[in-house]
């Protein structure tokens, strides 16, 4: 196993371990003014994660390094000062998820997009999605945008978690 797959597992290990950890109540509860709640924080990164229609859609072979983009997307999604907005296709829900549910589709797909991590060829470039400022990635440079974009919302729920226990 590769050191981004070990990273990218332990990131939907760690996420799925927090929002199981946590009571309806809890999930549910905004922790401080201009939160998100530990719930909403999950439906954003379950929205995101459909990006696993990208990694198993059409693709062509790269003409440049596989991992050209991976420390540019891990660095500005790892630098918590940079405040960034999400796209509106991506923002959480209004109305609150059971804890079950939420836990058990975010189990379901961060396991399928870690098979096809661990299983599939991610030299390709993915041609179903540009993203902004980067273009087309290619499939190991959308793991990495998975698993940076993860960590920064587990951090995220870290702060959450730590203001709700106050």
């Not at 079950?100 to 870690?114: D, N, R």
């Amino acid at each position: 196993m590769n050191e981004l797959q070990k990273k990218l597992d332990n990131s939907f290990n760690q996420l799925i371990t927090k929002l199981s950890d946590l009571s309806q109540d809890k999930l549910d509860r905004v922790p401080f003014s201009g939160s998100w709640t530990a719930s909403q924080v999950g439906q954003h990164l379950l929205k995101s994660y459909q990006v696993v229609g990208v990694l198993q859609g059409p693709t062509e072979r790269s003409t440049r390094p596989a991992d050209q983009n991976v420390e540019s997307l891990c660095s500005m999604f790892l630098d918590r000062s940079i405040k960034m907005t999400s796209p509106e296709v991506l923002l959480p829900d209004a109305h609150a998820i059971p804890r079950e549910e939420l836990v058990g589709a975010l189990s379901g797909v961060t396991a399928q997009i870690s098979h096809f991590a661990a299983s599939e060829d991610l030299q390709p470039v993915c041609l179903g999605f540009e993203l902004p400022g980067f273009g087309y990635l290619t499939r190991l440079e959308w793991i990495a945008f998975i698993q940076a974009h993860t960590e920064r919302h587990l951090g995220q729920l870290n702060d959450i978690i730590t203001s709700l226990n106050r």
